[in-house]
């Protein structure tokens, strides 16, 4: 027998095991699960609820919601100015566009998750990146303080994912600090499940082999854990669910046909869910409004929705106006893709497709309701509330 450390406490985040998709995998775990809940999520993607995870701050405070945000001036991709001249049949090629950004992610020394996806390059050198730095170590976040901020100011051991390695490598890695007793904390997150479900959709029979794998090799990790700690905590968590795409839209065609100079009157970014407008001369904000008001397609999210979900910004810097699509259409072509995918995440946060998950084997106190809560319970988990 050899000795046993005192504590650990797991976080394990599995991308876009919502509420929904998790009820309908009811041998993930069995057994195991002492307790479980939905949780609410917020609008957006990835870019905006993980930082709000690690912070328990929304984005309107943490300052990350979208990936790209207009500002021609702060621009860090001016020096791409050249590549609209390529002929841009080579960059719609999905491997092409994978080398470019790992390219320009160099170039601009972003140490955060880069993807150009299909950011037109005659705009790229207009927009700024918010996610540049890693939010996985400390100073990660542009305001506010994360747990890693805060695990590292208390000199506590953690293990935290290397975002660059597949999945099995990450299991192998965590599993590797936790027979050597390195850590009191981790923090792991696997992406899979949501690329499986983008690919696939929410029906596909290949998820119930994933969960299968997911299962064996969280039940491994946490045999580890029980065989070199006394006390083990573990959570199961993730940071939105999943919608199938049921039709998509081409919503830049209902734009450019109005009489308005792009870069002159407005600018706009098309996410895959939403787009978002900025009106750089008042004369474009009407016709705008109008062309989105009453469609059949999506609506105008108003400031009052905005702010009651954490993603309004005073200074515009995510767009001065905001369209949601209906939940289910997806824009294509967008910034984001120019093919539609089977699923998609971003849509209304209320739907219950939308709603996150978290699993414990232990009791979930009632005051944990939204995605932004796991920092307390993590808080709590360390002794540090
Ligand atoms: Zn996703």
């Avoid at 809940?37 to 709000?52: Q, W």
């Avoid at 945000?69 to 860090?76: A, E, H, I, L």
């Avoid at 910004?313 to 949601?324: A, R, T, V």
Wanted: glycine fraction near 6%; proline fraction near 5%; charged fraction near 25%.
């Amino acid at each position: 027998m050899h000795s046993k450390k005192e504590k650990l406490s797991l976080f394990i985040f599995i991308d876009a095991l919502g509420w929904e998709v998790k009820q309908r995998q009811p041998e993930f775990l069995k057994g195991l699960i002492q307790d479980s809940k939905p949780l609410d999520t917020i609008l957006g993607y990835s870019s905006a609820c993980d930082p709000s995870i690690i912070s328990g701050l929304t984005p309107s405070e943490h300052k990350l919601w979208s990936s790209f945000y207009y500002d021609p001036t702060g621009s860090p991709f001016k020096w791409t100015r050249f590549l609209r001249l390529l002929p841009s049949a080579i960059f719609s090629r999905g491997r092409i566009r994978n080398q470019m950004s790992k390219l320009i992610k160099r170039v601009c020394g972003f140490t955060g998750y880069f993807q150009i996806y299909a950011v037109p390059f005659k705009y790229l050198p207009l927009f700024n990146y918010a996610e540049q730095k890693r939010i996985w170590e400390p100073g990660g976040l542009p305001y506010g303080e994360s747990i890693f901020d805060r695990m590292t100011q208390e000199g506590i051991p953690y293990h935290v994912h290397d975002s660059d390695i597949p999945d099995d490598l990450r299991f192998e890695r965590l599993a590797a600090d936790i027979q050597n007793q390195r850590i009191d904390f981790a923090y792991c997150s696997f992406g899979r499940l949501d690329a499986l479900m983008h690919a696939e959709g929410t029906d596909s029979p290949n998820i119930k082999k994933l969960m299968q794998w997911y299962d064996g090799k969280i039940r491994a990790l946490l045999d580890a854990a029980e065989e070199n700690y006394e006390e083990v905590s573990w959570y199961i968590f993730t940071d939105h669910g999943m919608h199938n795409v049921t039709g998509s839209y081409d919503l830049i065609a209902d734009v450019e046909p109005l009489d308005l100079e792009w870069n002159q009157d407005y600018a706009a970014f098309y996410d895959s869910t939403m787009a978002r407008f900025w009106f750089l001369d008042e004369r474009a904000r009407a016709p705008i409004i109008k062309a989105l008001s009453n469609h059949p397609k999506g609506r105008i999210l108003s400031e009052q929705e905005l702010k009651a979900s954490g993603v309004w910004f005073e200074d515009g810097q995510y767009g001065d106006l905001i369209f949601l699509m209906n939940s289910g259409t997806q824009i294509v072509p967008s910034f984001m893709g120019i093919k539609p995918t089977k699923g998609m995440h971003g849509f209304n946060p209320a739907d219950p497709d939308s709603r996150a998950a978290l699993s414990s084997n232990k009791n979930i106190s009632a005051n944990i309701t939204k995605i932004q809560h796991i920092h307390q319970l993590m808080l709590t988990e360390l002794g540090l509330d």
